[in-house]
Structures are given as C-alpha cells and as structure tokens.
C-alpha cells in the first residue's frame, strides 16, 4: 500500500497522486464545510443508499490510490453506519459529509473526470479525518485500523 502515509507507526492520510491547485483546494474544502452545515439524517439515508455503489466503482479502479480512497471510505461508511437511528454526533456529522460529498457524481471535480474525478473526494475525506482527530481520536484511530486491515 505505497500510497498510505504512515505517521508515528499510524497509517493517516490518502497521498494524492497530483497536486490541487490552491484556489481548487478551497472550492473543494468549502463545498465539504458547506454539506457539514446541513448534515441531517436525510443525508445520512442518502449515504446508506449510495454508497454501495460507489464503493463498489471505486475499488474497482485501476488506480491504486482510488483503490485505497475506497478502503478509507468503507471504513468510514462502517463507523457511520453505527449512527442509524441514533442521534448524529459531531465526529459522525464529518464522516456523513465527507461520504455525501464522495457520493455525489458532479462535484468540484466530476467524478467522471478521467484520471482526476476521485481527487477532491479523497481530500475530502483527508480532511475529514483530520476533523474527527481533533475530536475523537479512538474513532480516528477505529478508521485507521479498519483501513489497515483491507
């Protein structure tokens, strides 16, 4: 998995396999921040019924960098499927977005976009991660460990 960052014995991030314009950067970052504003558990329904899909499109991918965005998003999806029928958390209101913004086909960068549609999901759920870090490290270090398994 040459695309994992380890960082003190932790995996932690998804490398990019390019970088991302600056002023692409913040649409992207703003458009998560935007869907954070309104996660509910409607978008948390949306999510249980898209996901499967994505995840199955993504791991598929002959990229392998889109290959490990998928095991973070189903390790992410795993722990946000925890929330059903239960009040949405802070930490679960960073991993329902960031799922809702992977699950949406026509983003900042069309996941069609060959080559580039998956960069904006996978920084998204970079920063994802780093949000629920602040907060709740052992569900951070859960996703962690649930990626390393894949």
């Keep these: 998995m040459c695309n994992l960052l380890v960082i003190n014995g932790y995996l ?3 490398k990019l396999p390019l970088k991302i314009e600056e002023e692409i950067k913040t649409r992207i970052i703003e458009a998560y921040k935007s869907i954070l504003q309104d996660v509910s558990h ?11 899909r994505v995840y199955k499109r993504l791991s598929k991918n002959a990229d392998e960098w889109t290959a490990i965005l998928a095991y973070y998003a189903k390790s992410i999806f ?5 929330l059903e029928g239960k009040t949405i958390t802070e ?4 991993a329902t977005a960031a799922l809702y913004y992977l ?3 026509i983003d900042v960068i069309p996941d069609h ?11 998204v759920i970079n920063e994802s991660l ?3 870090k602040k907060i709740n490290k052992e569900l ?11």
Excluded: H, M, W
Excluded at 113 to 123: I, K, S, V
């Design 113 to 123: 976009t060959p080559g580039t549609g998956y960069l904006d999901d996978a920084l």
């Design 12 to 14: 932690s991030v998804i």
């Design 91 to 94: 930490e679960g209101r960073f």
């Design 140 to 150: 951070y270090n859960r996703i962690l460990e649930n990626v390393e398994e894949s």
């Design 130 to 132: 780093k949000d629920i």
């Design 103 to 105: 699950c949406e086909p």
């Design 78 to 82: 795993t722990e946000v499927k925890l």
């Design 42 to 52: 409607d978008e948390l329904q949306y999510v249980y019924s898209k996901f499967p």
